[in-house]
Each structure stands twice: as structure tokens, then as C-alpha cells.
């Protein structure tokens, strides 16, 4: 048997076995015939569903479409149990997959990739990691996922904490024992809101440390019935079609309706429904949401409404309903009983808003205005979203320029693919892609298509190398701006969108705006125009 872990020359290396690092070794490998590893830093695969096992983690896209739709076989030979899959369950859903394509024997998996340098001279990636492999390639993928870099806050004396404490996306997989536990949870984010009310039915006691209160809409999870299972099994084109066909890759579509064109009755009764069906479609009841603020207004105002209808103590109810951002400017979340975990006994809400956390204790925390005793502490304090996976290894492009000083005062490429200076080096849902604001799977096996198309095209061409122009990388970014700013998202100013949860990133909106049907079209014209704005030689 060959020895994985022996340094070698390949056709290709990618970087992550998520689902886009999977899919792409499916294209590259059994499409294409290529030579192909992967380079993956957890046990298994599954990429952020490996290291997301928070308590109530669990899928915001629905589970008939956050999947792979490249094979109808596959749809019909796996069967979802609920409307959204939880995190057990993606994982046997990745393994699966991963079993029936035979991908783990092109995986070397515990390997974190250190350093990717280009030469120049040879037109190879040369790629180092972390437990001493080398490896060689011609192309480079990084499969590396947009929210796998933890960001734990810098508070401190957390040093000194004499409890346990975690961060969501590194959780242990033995699981935790919250029994008896007095636990502190700071972040409400799409993960501290689907944690809250599982820690909460487990602990003695919840703090939930508040800084930016949030939006959020029941989530409405079921069984899926049997007739449901069925429809999927026989409407898979139409699930990918649809998928293929709405701005944000999910199956529902928008609505043509403007938020003042129908009286304010109806607007409430449309948003009564809405709440009642759950999910993220909330967002899709009238066109304008997105666009105008006033619209958006009458949307954030149900939610406050809500939640103040629905949490007892007034005071927790307008700490709660104080928020200060258009509704989904910020990543929307949708939750299971959230809201009606504060009328627990054992949960209470703290303001980190007026009173930030100065200091983590032996025995809990502290803000300026009180103290409070902890055994456990969670931080679902999110990540250093979609630069920060990048920027952790040591990328060199074209004379030994790095990826750090490229991207320093923010990310900059064209299409979110390629990095003008790094030739061959391709980013699966890079910044400047719709990535994020896209479900997932839609956008992962769009740009893993485009990848292996474009190398099938250089190989049938007699082509070596293809790097993005600075021209068309500058076009580009300024596209995404506009984007962006025909939009409500960057006035969300503190949303990791923007990179302003990490203390020092650079403020740039980072994902693409613009829709991911008219990003594909966009992705399709560059290339049937013999990838225009991209530089191939033979
Ligand atoms: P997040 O959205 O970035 O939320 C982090 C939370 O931590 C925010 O409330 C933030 O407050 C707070 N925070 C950060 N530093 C803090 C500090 N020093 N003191 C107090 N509070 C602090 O992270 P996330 O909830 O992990 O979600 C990240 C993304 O992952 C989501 O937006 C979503 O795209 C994805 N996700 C998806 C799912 C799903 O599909 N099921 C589930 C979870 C997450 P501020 O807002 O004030 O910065």
C-alpha cells in the first residue's frame, strides 16, 4: 500500500476535505484523471461540521437543499430525517458520500498545511505541513472554508480561569457535561442562539453575555414525512435547477412584492405566515428587504415585537429587542426556542454592550458594573471569517510576494478565484464570491466545477499556467464593493462581513453581493470568452 504521508509530485493539492475539498477530488480525480491529495487538519472529513459539535448545532438551509446535486443518484440513495440536518447527521451524510466515492485513500488527514510557496521556475506549488510532509503540484485549491479560523476574544486572565472553557468551533468530541454547571455563554450569533436553549435545558444555570442584540426567526425544525422523502427522490432536477436559479442558492424564491405595496394588514398577516412557516425564508416576502431601509424596517419591527411578546421579564425583553442593525444585514439566524429559553429560571441576560467583560476570573468573569461566579465559559464568539483560513498558512505567490502583504489592507482577487501574483492557485468560495451569502453546497460545487473546467481547458490547450490580471482583479473588487453597496448588508458596521468582529482586520465588505444566479452567469461568460481577464500560457 503507498505510504500517504510520503512527500510526492502531483497534479494537484487541495486544501480541506469539507464538502467543497470532497467535491473538488471528485472532479479533479475522477473526471479529469488527475493526481490528486488532500490536505486536511482534522481526523475525518466534513471540514466546519467536523469542528462545529456545539451543543444544538445545526444546518439553517434546508436539508433537501445542502447537499451535493452534481449526481441524481446520490440524491435518491440518501435519505434526510428532518426539515433541517443536524450535525451527526451531515456528518454521516459527508461520510457517505466520502465511502461511495472512495476519497479517504486520497486524503491524508491530521495534516495542517504550514507554507504554499510558488516557483516560479518550475510553475509548481510547493507545500509544507505542519507534521513534515512536502508535496509538489501544479495547481493549488484551497478548500479551506470561510468560517473555520476561531476568534477568541483577548480577554484578560482567561489564563486564569479555574473552570473549563471552549469556543463553538473547536468543540471536544466527547461532548460536554453541562449537569450542575453554572455556564457563561458570550456571543449571540447564529451559534450562541442555536446553543442557548440546549445548554439551558441541561445547566444549573446560563448566562447569556450579550453584546449585539440579534434578530431571530423560529427555525420550525420536523421530521420530514414520508411524502416529502419521496417528492425529493423524485424531483431531484428540480431541486438542482432551483437551487441553480435564486440568488442565494437556497429552493425558495423571492417574492416580486415591494413591502408598501400591500396595506399595513397585509404586510403583517404576510409576515404573521412567514414566522409561522420558519427559516430563512423569512427574508424572501418582499423584494425590496435587502434594498430599502423602510422596508426593511417594517420586517425588524415585527421581529422586536415578537420577541417582546414572547420573553416575560420586560427588562430581558428590551435588552433583547434593542437591536441596532437592518434585519439579515447581519447573517440572519433562525433558532429553537431562543427567545423562550429567558423565561427559564436558570437563564439570564447580560448587557456586554454597556458593560464589556474586563476580565475573566478564577471563578467566572467580571464587567465594570458586576461579577459572576462560572464553572464553564463558551465562547461563540465566531471567527476570522473568510480571509482568516487563508491568511493562517504561509501562501508566497510570484516573486515571493505573500498572500498577507496582497490581501493587507483586505482581500483582493477577481471572481473570488484567483489572486493576481499567484498563478494556478485557486480559492473555493474565496472573499469576492457569493460564498457566505449563498447556501453553501450551491456555491462550493459551482466554483469546484468552474476549477476542474478551467484546468480541463488548460489541458486540452496545451496550457501551463493561468493567473488573474491586476486589471481584472481590480474591476472586480470595485464590482463587489458596488455590490454591497446597492445593498442594506454593510450597514451591519460590526458584522464579520465586513471582517469588523476581529480587532485590527481591515474593514472590507468581503462577500459578493451580487447573487449567486448572476454570479454563475458571470463565472460562465468569463470563461466561454476564453477566460477573459485571466492571463494563460503555454
Ligand atoms: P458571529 O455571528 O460572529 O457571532 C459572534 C458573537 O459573539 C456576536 O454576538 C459578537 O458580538 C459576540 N462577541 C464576539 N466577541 C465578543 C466579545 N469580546 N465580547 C462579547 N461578545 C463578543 O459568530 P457565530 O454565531 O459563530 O456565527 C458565524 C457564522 O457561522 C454565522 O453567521 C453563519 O454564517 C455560520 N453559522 C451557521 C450556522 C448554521 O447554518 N446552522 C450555525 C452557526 C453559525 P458582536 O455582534 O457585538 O460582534
Known sequence: MPDINAASELDAIVIGAGFAGM???????????LNVKV??????????????????????????????????????????????PEQPEIMRYLNFVADRFD???????????????????????????????????????????????????????????????????????????????????????STGIQATPVIAAQAKHL????RTANYSVPARNVPLTGEFK?????????????????????????????????????????????????????????????????????????????????????ATAAL?????????????PIDTGYFEAFNRPNVSL?????????????????????SYDLDIIVFATGFDAMTGPMLRMDIQGRDGQTLKDAWEAGPRNYLGLQ?????????????????VLCNMPVAIEQHADWISDCIAHMRAKGLEKIEATTAAMDEWVAHVNDAANATLLPQATHSWYLGANVPGKPRVFMPYAGGMARYRDICTNVASQGYKGFALSP
Not at 467535491?23 to 484523471?33: A, K, M, P, S, T
Not at 418582499?286 to 431601509?293: E, L, S, T
Not at 433583547?320 to 440572519?332: C, G, N, T, V
Open 103 to 189: 476519497l479517504k485513500k486520497d486524503i491524508s488527514f491530521n495534516t495542517r498545511v504550514a507554507s504554499a510557496h510558488y516557483d516560479q521556475a518550475a510553475n509548481r506549488w510547493r507545500v509544507r505541513t505542519e507534521n513534515g510532509q512536502s508535496h509538489t503540484a501544479k495547481y493549488l485549491i484551497t478548500a479551506v472554508g470561510c468560517l473555520s479560523t476561531a476568534n477568541v476574544p483577548k480577554i484578560p486572565g482567561l489564563e486564569n480561569f479555574a473552570g473549563d472553557w471552549y469556543h463553538t468551533g473547536e468543540w471536544p468530541h466527547e461532548g460536554v457535561d453541562f449537569t450542575g454547571k453554572r455556564v457563561g455563554l458570550i456571543g449571540t450569533g
Open 230 to 314: 419521496n417528492y425529493i427522490k423524485t424531483h431531484t432536477a428540480e431541486i438542482r435547477q432551483a437551487t441553480h436559479e435564486t440568488p442565494n442558492g437556497h429552493t425558495f424564491k423571492i417574492e416580486n412584492r415591494l413591502a408598501f405595496d400591500v396595506t399595513p394588514e397585509e404586510r403583517d398577516s404576510i409576515y404573521e405566515a412567514a414566522w409561522a412557516k420558519g427559516g430563512l425564508q423569512f427574508r424572501a416576502v418582499f423584494q425590496d428587504m435587502m434594498v430599502n431601509k423602510a422596508a426593511n424596517d417594517t420586517a425588524a419591527d415585527f421581529i422586536k415585537r415578537k420577541i417582546r411578546q414572547i420573553v416575560k421579564d420586560p
Open 320 to 332: 433583547l429587542s434593542d437591536i441596532d442593525h437592518p434585519y439579515a444585514a447581519k447573517r440572519p
Open 39 to 84: 490536505l486536511e487538519a482534522g481526523a475525518g472529513v466534513g471540514g466546519t461540521w467536523y469542528w462545529n459539535r456545539y451543543p444544538g448545532a445545526r444546518c439553517d438551509s434546508e436539508s433537501h437543499a445542502y447537499w451535493y446535486t452534481f449526481s441524481p443518484e446520490l440524491m435518491k440513495d440518501w435519505e434526510w430525517s428532518e426539515r433541517y
Open 23 to 33: 467535491y473538488q477530488l471528485i472532479c479533479l480525480r475522477d473526471r479529469l484523471g
Open 207 to 210: 448566562t447569556v453575555f450579550q
Open 350 to 370: 447580560v448587557d456586554v454592550k454597556t458593560n464589556p467583560i474586563q476580565e475573566i476570573l478564577p471563578g467566572g468573569l467580571r464587567t465594570a458594573a458586576a
Open 419 to 435: 489572486v493576481a501574483g499567484f498563478p494556478n492557485l485557486f480559492t473555493i468560495t474565496g472573499p469576492g464570491s457569493p460564498s
